[in-house]
Structures are given as structure tokens and as C-alpha cells.
């Protein structure tokens, strides 16, 4: 028998039924759930007369909403306060365990689930968001629904799912000191397209993926769905099970041996087969930023805002035009002469400890620059907030003219007070750029931490590889 | 769940690629909690010349005369040609909802974004992949003819154009058969309980960790 994938493995281990009709009824292990693309799904459940099969897989926080300053006020924009109290109701009447807003361990949904333990290797994970594929960093199977899916997990614990493809992304090589996760998983993107990973599961492997922390795993596969992939993976290691060991959602004692040996075969076999293989050198890489509307118009820092003109293909030179104008760019701009007026860091993909400290040593004691309108950081939960400021960071931050806010989803997608105006540009560690994400009319350049903070300190894009 | 059997209708063109959920229905307008009303929404902003909020009277809006919605000739558009990897982005069923509020009942692309994918079918939304070149073809027919309609038939996985031209489609036969029929997943699912329950038995000799 030809060897299996780590995907091959997780999901075999939950097919439930094989249907016969190319799809299977998958079991999930931990259902995440925020405020945003819940209720309709509770509501459904109510319609039904339907109760949550396992109550105790779920954990519920809202991130989408919430204020990240002065919190004890409440939420002041009505309709988003209805939708946060929607979710304490609805966790209240199925008994479900919720983080609340005031809760030291809300945060945003992708972020506390590690953190908690509540993610391990080898589960299913699934939750009302597209960047569920965060969970895969841990040799899980992550990936989001939509909010009839959500409903039938609550129902059923259970997803009808046709099986991916196997996609294997090998980076090999070391990464040079100034590229992070970021810049690696960006670099894929623009490499493969944000299509290049639909209909496949991937799975990151390479020694530059592996010399990865746990928490640039998930940064790395937190972005697989801007390659199009609903799932990104790498396979657990010692590094793995460190991470989760003594966390409060996860196993004890004799569970915990047993768990950890069944762990360490999270990998895909030697001889196991991928329906596609791509392979990349991680020297080759340098620092990222993207330049466009779609995760996959990204440059390395140095180079220059591409000419559509040089773009063979008229629907992509279209698109590319396209872009230019809502970005207000002109062709052949040098990347590091483009001023940002604001700077958010923050988001699912870059709010972790090792992101704020990694900003931290960026600031290098300068200041945010005069030209720079708002620049802000927004811890990824209530503890890593904690942390950082166990650390000091929050005072680095603070003198250096930046903002310390509270814990959520916030100008990521500007579904709460935080948002850009119109025409304003934004160097960001968020994992989308497309028009009026960060809000109507804004334009986002996706960037690590250490680029961000570097980038509100100068005004500008800066090659933190060359400030040595 | 609606049922879909066979549809004629006229055909809206979208003629730009990584058409983003955010881009179907801007983030404000997923504050709601029901799953109705979005339609007035779809494209937002695109659609209006002025910056969207929830609550707002939609027609008294400016509207955006370029805007292929806008334009008379497709106004009671039901099937939307879009180009590669329309729905990527955002697992925001709220899409589909939007699109399926303001009346169309099918898509006909050369690519999707899968959770897009997965949520338009569980909306009653026909999803049709068709080779690019084809697809490209459309849209020039569409643009040339006024009220160009396709007629869609599922059952026999056929699309026909006014010129009297077929093109087969493929699409999963589980997804079709669903379709077909307008049924209700967690329904069917709720008839496999004994083999999810047994499921969970083995389970729990296998991985105890995950059920304590």
C-alpha cells in the first residue's frame, strides 16, 4: 500500500461514512464560533426544534465587533452590539462555553484557540471563518464554513465533504534573518496565484517551514486560503507538542501520553503521493509587500510597482490596471517611496506575542513618523495583551507614538469603529488587500510586523533586511 | 431548500477576475442577524456612489450608472457570467444570501473560490464551470446582444444558447441530485445518527483525549 499524507491520515480517521457518491460524513473535534456567522445558524437550530449534538466542542468568543478602546462603554454602533449579544444569548440558551468581551481570554476566535490547547494535532477544526486554516499549524485538519455548514455541525457534528487533492508546498533552505512567515507565505502566493491552491488541502514541509515557530505556522498557514487552499497544514513536531503541553484545554496525564504518541505520527509517510508538489528556496526570499487589490499582486520590497503593460494576458492586464487605480500607484514606482498614512498591527495572521515583539525590536527607539496619521496595535487576545505588556512592550510601543488597543479583529476588516477613509494607505500585517476591506475606498499593503512598524517609523517602506 | 430544475433567464456579465466576497457584500452589511434582505446590498460598493450602511433607504441612493447591475438591459438578470475564482475571500455565507435575494438563481464561471462554492449550492445556486474560452465567448455574446438569455437545464447538464448552441456541464452528481430535489442536508445527515454514534464509540477507544 502506497504511503498516506498527514492529510490522508487526518481524514481517515474521521470519515464517519463513506456515501459512495464521492463524498464522505466527516466527524468534526472542535467547532470555534464568533458573532458574525453564527446566529443564522442558531436561529435554524431553534426553527428545527434541533439541539447541538456535543455541546462541549464548542468554544464561542466575539472578535468581528468589538471596540478596541474603552471597552466599559460597551459597543456604541447598535447593530454591531445586537450581533454580539445575539452570540451571549445564543452560547446562554445552548450551552455553549462563550469568552466574552470582558472575558481575559476573548480574542480573535483563530488566535485563543491555540492559545487555550483548545486546537491539538490531528483534530478537525472548523469555524465560520475563512481563515480557520490558521488551526492547520499544528498537524490539524482547519478549515472555514459557511453559516449552513455551521448549523449542520452544531446539529450533527458531523460535515458532508468531498476529499481535496494533496498539495505539497516544500520550501527548502534557511530563510534569510529579516523574512518572517509572512513574507515566506506571501511569497507562495505571488508565486502559485490566489487560485493556485483551490480544491487542494496543502501541506507546507522544508526545513524553512519547519525552522518556523509554532506561531509562524500559523501565520503561514492562516494565509493558505489566499492561495485559494481551504486547508494549509504542517505536520507536528517536538515543537508542536511543546506548544500545547499544560495549555488549559489541553489533555492531562494519561491522556496526554497517549495523545503525544499518537501526535508524533502526524506526518505524511515517505512514500506517500501528492497530486501536486511545489518546491521553492527559502534563500531566494526577501521581505514582501503587496502592491495590488488580490494577495497575489505582492513584490519583494526592493523591486518596483509592476507595469501592466508588460503583462501579456488581457484579462490580467486589465485587472492589474484595474488595481493600479484603486491603489492610486503609478507603474514602475519604487515600492519603498510609497508613504503609508496609517499602520495596523494586528489581525489573525501577525497579533501573536512573537508578532508584537518582533515590531518591537523594529521600532529601534525611533518615532512614528509625523506624517503618519494613526498607527495602532491590536493584540490578538486579552492574554497576549497581558503578556506584552509583562514584556514591556506596550511601553515601546507607546513612546514610540503608536496606539495599544484591546483585543479583536478590528481594522482587518473594519467591522468595528477601526477602519480606513477613503484614498488612505496602509502598511498592514492583515491577510486580505482587497478593495475596501479595511474600509471603502482604503488601500492596504500587506507586510510583516517588523515591515510595519519599520514603515511607521520612516513614513515609508524601508528593506528592513538593509538596515542591519 | 428551492429547488433547481431548469431556468431561462437573462445573463449578467462581471468581467473581472478574484471577484472577493467582501466585494458581493461589503462587511457593515454582515451585522445583520437573519439571512434575508441582502440583496439591496450586492456589489455595494460598486453598485452606489455613495458609502453603504445598514438601515440606509436604498432607493434613494445615487446609483452607479457604469455598474453592469445597473444598466436597463440586464435589470431581471437570474444567471451571472464571471471570470476565474469568483467568491474568493471571506467564508461570509452572506454572499450567496445576497445573490440568491436579488434574484439570481446560477453562476456560469471558469472558476470558483471551494467555500463559495459549497455555500452558493446550499443556497439553492446553481454553480457552472465552463472552460475558459467558452466562458470568454459568453461574454462576448452577452455584450453584443441585448437581452441575450441561456436557458439552463440541470437534469440533462446542458446549457442552450439563443443561437440553438448546447454546452454540456459538469457538476457533482451529490450536489445535483440536492439541487434537484431541494433538500435539506442536516435532514439527511440526521438519518446517518446510528453510524455517527458508532462513529464516536470507536472514537473514543481510539483518542479519549477528544471526549473529555
Keep these: ?468 | 431548500m428551492e429547488k433547481f430544475e431548469k431556468l431561462t433567464a437573462i445573463v449578467a456579465p462581471i468581467d473581472r477576475p478574484n471577484v472577493d466576497t467582501d466585494a458581493i457584500i461589503p462587511k457593515q452589511f454582515l451585522k445583520s442577524i437573519k439571512r434575508t434582505g441582502f440583496g439591496p446590498n450586492l456589489f455595494d460598493e460598486w453598485r452606489y456612489l455613495d458609502h453603504g450602511e445598514p438601515g440606509m433607504d436604498n432607493s434613494k441612493r445615487k446609483l452607479n450608472p457604469e455598474f453592469v447591475l445597473n444598466q436597463s438591459r440586464y435589470k431581471d438578470a437570474k444567471i451571472l457570467l464571471a471570470r476565474d475564482n469568483f467568491g474568493c475571500g471571506s467564508s461570509r455565507e452572506h454572499a450567496p444570501w445576497a445573490l440568491q435575494d436579488y434574484g439570481f438563481r446560477a453562476i456560469i464561471a471558469p472558476s470558483y473560490a471551494d467555500i463559495f462554492f459549497n455555500n452558493s449550492f446550499k443556497n439553492g445556486i446553481l454553480l457552472i464551470i465552463l472552460d475558459a474560452a467558452i466562458v470568454d465567448r459568453l461574454f462576448k455574446a452577452v455584450t453584443a446582444q441585448v437581452g441575450y438569455q441561456l436557458t439552463i437545464d440541470l437534469a440533462a447538464n446542458m446549457i442552450k444558447t439563443p443561437e440553438g448552441e448546447t454546452i454540456s456541464f459538469e457538476v457533482d452528481e451529490f450536489r445535483k441530485h440536492r439541487l434537484l430535489n431541494g433538500l435539506d442536508d442536516i435532514g439527511l445527515t440526521l438519518q446517518q445518527t446510528d453510524d455517527i454514534k458508532a462513529y464516536e464509540v470507536r472514537r473514543r477507544q481510539e483518542a479519549p483525549w477528544l471526549f473529555s
Design chain 1, 1 to 468: 500500500m502506497a504511503g498516506r499524507t498527514l492529510y490522508d491520515k487526518i481524514w481517515d480517521a474521521h470519515v464517519v461514512r463513506d456515501n459512495g457518491d464521492g463524498t464522505a460524513l466527516i466527524y468534526i473535534d472542535r467547532h470555534l464560533v464568533h458573532e458574525v456567522t453564527s446566529p443564522q445558524a442558531f436561529e435554524g437550530l431553534r426553527l428545527a426544534g434541533r439541539k447541538p449534538w456535543r455541546v462541549d466542542v464548542n468554544l464561542a468568543t466575539p472578535d468581528h465587533n468589538v471596540p478596541t478602546t474603552d471597552r466599559s462603554k460597551g459597543i456604541a454602533d447598535p447593530v454591531s452590539r445586537t450581533q454580539v449579544e445575539t452570540l451571549d444569548q445564543n452560547c446562554r440558551e445552548f450551552g455553549i462555553t462563550e469568552f466574552k468581551m470582558e472575558d481575559l481570554r476573548q480574542g480573535i476566535v483563530h488566535v485563543i484557540g491555540p492559545e487555550q490547547g483548545a486546537t491539538l494535532p490531528g483534530m478537525t477544526v472548523v469555524c465560520g471563518d475563512s481563515h480557520t486554516s490558521t488551526h492547520g499549524a499544528f498537524g490539524a485538519l482547519a478549515f472555514g464554513i459557511g453559516t449552513s455548514e455551521v448549523e449542520h455541525v452544531l446539529a450533527t457534528q458531523c460535515l458532508v465533504q468531498k476529499k481535496s487533492r494533496s498539495m505539497l508546498i516544500r520550501v527548502d533552505r534557511k530563510a534569510g534573518p529579516s523574512v518572517t512567515a509572512k513574507d515566506i507565505v506571501l511569497a507562495i502566493i505571488g508565486k502559485i496565484g490566489t487560485a493556485g491552491g483551490t480544491g487542494y488541502a496543502v501541506e507546507f514541509a522544508g526545513e524553512a517551514i519547519r525552522d518556523l515557530s509554532i506561531e509562524g505556522r500559523m501565520t503561514l498557514c492562516n494565509m493558505a486560503i489566499e492561495a485559494g487552499a481551504r486547508a494549509g497544514m504542517v505536520a507536528a513536531d517536538q515543537k508542536t507538542i511543546d506548544y500545547v503541553r499544560g495549555r488549559p484545554y489541553a489533555p492531562k496525564d494519561m491522556h496526554w501520553a497517549m495523545a503525544e504518541g499518537a501526535w508524533r505520527d502526524l506526518v505524511s509517510d515517505a512514500d506517500a503521493k501528492f497530486d501536486a508538489v511545489v518546491t521553492l528556496d527559502a534563500t531566494t526570499f526577501v521581505p514582501q509587500v503587496t502592491w495590488g487589490t488580490s494577495p497575489e499582486m505582492v513584490v519583494a520590497v526592493g523591486a518596483r510597482v509592476p507595469d501592466p503593460a508588460r503583462e501579456s494576458d488581457p484579462v490580467k492586464r486589465d485587472g492589474m490596471q484595474k488595481a493600479l487605480d484603486y491603489m492610486g500607484l503609478k507603474a514602475n514606482t519604487p515600492i519603498t517611496s510609497i508613504a503609508v498614512d496609517k499602520v495596523f498591527i494586528g489581525s489573525c495572521t501577525n497579533s501573536r506575542i512573537e508578532d508584537l515583539r518582533a515590531a518591537a525590536v523594529a521600532i529601534k527607539g525611533g518615532k512614528v513618523a509625523s506624517t503618519v496619521k494613526l498607527a495602532m496595535v491590536v493584540p490578538g487576545s486579552g492574554l497576549v495583551k497581558q503578556q506584552a505588556e509583562q514584556e514591556g512592550l506596550d511601553k515601546i510601543f507607546l513612546e514610540a507614538g503608536f496606539e495599544w488597543r484591546d483585543p479583536g479583529c478590528s481594522m482587518c476588516l473594519a467591522m468595528n469603529a477601526d477602519r480606513l477613509e477613503p484614498g488612505e494607505r496602509c502598511a498592514s500585517t492583515s491577510n486580505r488587500n482587497f478593495e475596501g476591506r479595511q474600509g471603502q475606498g482604503g488601500r492596504t499593503h500587506l507586510v510583516s510586523p517588523a515591515m510595519a512598524a519599520a514603515a511607521a517609523i520612516a513614513g515609508h517602506f524601508i528593506d528592513i533586511g538593509k538596515l542591519g
